[in-house]
């Protein structure tokens, strides 16, 4: 036999998730795409920090080509005894002609900050400022697993130019080799096109 939540649980969950995903969405929304146009060389804006003892949480913006006009930010919480991972991803572009595809993951560090895991890769287009939709906002949540998660001791975001950099690849490099996170951040940055 199953059974189904009642109506008013329902209700009560859409207006919860709602709630909580404008709430998240605000800060993105209100740094507007005109930023990415005159932006210097890409350097990471990352603030890596743990909140309550049940969630480890990132936030992380990049520009995803040397230039910076291309830019991705994500805000990701894990959700450590679910094993769920919950997000938002801004994608925009400050370049006027041609549009691009960005690529976000989720990477888990050890306590010397070492990549023992990943999540999936999560891809994101946007066009040029002149042609259509160059700023979009994506919510995300996804389960992981791994023989490494009593290890995790902090999860930091990566991001990438998904058509000229092999974000998948790399990542997975640097769990096999169980990389510190600062090298795979120098070889993302390393492998970035120049616009």
């Known amino acids: 036999m199953t059974t189904s939540a009642h109506p008013a649980t329902t209700t009560r969950r859409r207006v919860a998730l709602a709630t909580a995903t404008a709430l998240a969405v605000t800060p993105l929304l209100l740094a507007g795409p005109a930023s990415a146009a005159g932006a210097a060389p890409a350097q990471a804006l990352a603030a890596t920090a743990e909140v309550p003892s049940h969630q480890l949480w990132s936030d992380v913006e990049d520009g995803v080509t040397r230039s910076g006009a291309r830019r991705m930010r994500t805000q990701a919480t894990f959700h450590i005894a679910e094993r769920r991972v919950t997000a938002l991803t801004r994608t925009w572009n400050g370049v006027a002609l041609t549009g691009f595809t960005g690529a976000v993951q989720l990477v888990f560090l050890d306590a010397n900050d070492r990549v023992i895991g990943a999540g999936g890769v999560r891809t994101y287009g946007v066009d040029g400022t002149w042609i259509g939709r160059y700023d979009r906002t994506d919510y995300w949540e996804e389960h992981v697993d791994g023989p490494w998660m009593a290890d995790v001791a902090s999860v930091r975001v ?9 974000l998948k690849e790399i990542v997975a490099y640097a769990v096999d080799t169980a990389s510190p996170v600062v090298d795979l951040v120098n070889r993302l940055n390393a492998a970035k096109p120049a616009s």
Do not use: D, E, L
Not at 158 to 166: D, I, T
């Open 158 to 166: 990566v991001h990438s130019h998904a058509g000229k950099v092999r």
